[in-house]
Every structure is written in C-alpha cells, then in structure tokens.
C-alpha cells in the first residue's frame, strides 16, 4: 500500500506533535526527573483551591497539591499536601498562602522562601498556612466601615455648622491674619536666608 507525499508529511507532523506533547506532559508534571519532594501545609480555609493545584515557590510553579486531606474537629482542619521540586530550600519561618491566578481566578498554593538566616525544614514538621480572608467576611468588614463613615459625619456636621457661624462676618479679619502669618513667615524666611551666608551679622551692626 502506498501513501502520497501528503499523507507522509501528515503523519510525521502528527507523530512529532505527540512527542511534543508528551515531553511537556512530563517536564510540567515533574516525572522526567522524578526529583519531588511532599511538604504538609496546615490551612484553617482554603478558599476552594482544589486538588492539582499548582504550586508557587516565590512566584515560580514548582509544583502541584496532591491531597487535601480535613481534620474534623480540629481548630485548623484542612491540611494540604504539596510536592514540590527537591531543589527548592524551604526554612523554618515558611508560610504558605493561597491567592488566585490570572484573570480565570484559578487557586494556587504559594510557598515563601522564608529568611536565609533561619534553618532549613526536614520535612518532619507541617508548614503553617496563612489563611485567606473569606469574602462575606471582607464584605461585613466594608459594611461596618460604611456605617462608621456615617455615624463620624452625622457627628461631623453640627460642628461644621456651628464652626461656619464663628466664622461669619469674620471672613476679612481671617483675611488679614493669613496675609500677616504669610508675611512674617516671609521675613523670617528672608532674614534665616541671609544670616546663613552673613553670620557675622549677629555679632556685628552694619
């Protein structure tokens, strides 16, 4: 059976885009050098990041979530367990934080490098997470922030009124101090300008 110059070059574009995509397969997943290692990361709320979630060493993907296991009952529950690169050097004050990806919000798990004076982790200990804050909480937040504005300006505002009849009739007088202030204040700037390229002149008349 014989196949045309087309279809040839058909199948060997096909056949090298698989390879292509098999090779990335395997360099993205990790699996080309096998070199991961599992860190646990303890989370009170975790703000939907879901399993394969990909994770971030100092805003570079090292890796991805493999399990998110709960703890019922405990008072930080959710505890995540994240493989990562063997490469990459976690220390003792470590934090994992949760944040969202791109304009798709897609959740990923970001893990800091922490300080380079501290010791580094064995992996015997679980990281602890910071948690993000929940929406409803940050709305609640805004709303008593809201409320508080309108209280303050409810209580504001007596006293911008009775502030605004002290001032009536004054406005000239107020005019007058101000330019005053402003001329003395010109003086005084005039006289420190030329004491300090003429500072025999406190010692000396003329």
């Known amino acids: 059976m014989k196949y045309s110059a087309a279809e040839v070059k058909s199948g060997i574009l096909i056949t090298l885009s698989l390879v292509l995509f098999l090779a990335l397969t395997f360099v993205v997943g990790g699996t080309m050098t096998g070199k991961t290692r599992e860190w646990k990361v303890r989370f009170g709320y975790i ?7 990909p994770v971030y060493f100092a805003g570079k993907e ?10 019922s009952g405990d008072v930080r529950p959710v505890v995540l ?5 063997d490469k990459i050097i976690l220390r003792k004050d470590t934090q ?5 990806l791109g304009l798709m919000g897609e ?3 970001e893990l800091s490098p ?13 990281i602890p997470g ?5 929406m409803h909480v940050m709305i609640r937040k805004m709303n008593m922030l809201a409320d508080l504005m309108e209280e303050l300006t409810r209580e504001l505002n007596p006293m911008l009124k009775d502030m605004n009849g002290m001032l009536s009739g004054h406005q000239e007088e107020i005019a007058k101090t101000i330019a005053n202030a402003q001329e003395i204040s010109a003086n005084i ?3 420190t300008q030329d004491l300090k390229y003429h500072p025999w002149r406190l010692v000396r008349k003329g």
Request: overall charge negative.
């Open 130 to 134: 910071l948690d993000p804050i929940p």
């Open 47 to 53: 703000s939907g990041l879901e399993l394969n979630a």
């Open 81 to 85: 367990t994240a493989k990562i690169s």
């Open 96 to 100: 994992g934080f949760i944040d969202t």
């Open 114 to 126: 922490g300080t380079a004076g501290q010791p580094e982790l064995t992996g015997g200990e679980a």
């Open 189 to 191: 700037r005039d006289m």
């Open 107 to 109: 959740k990923f798990l």
């Open 62 to 71: 090292v890796g991805k979530v493999t399990d998110i296991e709960i703890l």
